[in-house]
């Protein structure tokens, strides 16, 4: 059984940036691909930013290349998020989730999923 926690999300102004960070926990963490999802009121989840387990290859939806950035810290099971240049339309409520060998942004790649944290980009 994989944990994950996510934490860092907040409110920020349009243009500003949030690191979001996903502590996983349980055995084998290295062979998990992570994936970050989001969900905004009323709109299906969504991949944003997900890494594979083995090369640690990355895949980002057009809506946020070149301003989001996935990373992973193995020392700390940790991965995180760089969110940049944020735009009202980034608000949701962000996921991180977890699976032996995945890869790739679908939701029924994934078995085990954090709470979520909650990103509101306003003025």
């Known amino acids: 059984q994989v944990q994950l926690v996510e934490s860092g999300g907040g409110l920020v102004q349009p243009g500003g940036s949030l690191r979001l960070s996903c502590v996983l926990s349980g055995p084998n963490l290295r062979s998990y691909g992570i994936g970050w999802f989001r969900q905004a009121p009323g709109k299906e989840r969504e991949g944003v930013a997900c890494?594979?387990?083995?090369?640690?290859?990355?895949y980002y939806a057009d809506s946020v290349k070149g301003r989001f950035t996935i990373s992973r810290d193995n020392a700390k099971n940790t991965v995180y998020l760089q969110m940049n240049t944020l735009k009202p339309e980034d608000t949701a409520v962000y996921c991180c989730?977890?699976?032996?060998?995945?890869?790739?942004?679908?939701?029924?790649?994934?078995?085990?999923w954090g709470q979520g944290t909650q990103v509101t980009v306003s003025s």
């Open positions: 890494m594979t387990h083995s090369d640690d290859s990355t």
């Open positions: 989730a977890a699976a032996a060998y995945a890869s790739g942004s679908s939701t029924k790649s994934y078995d085990y």
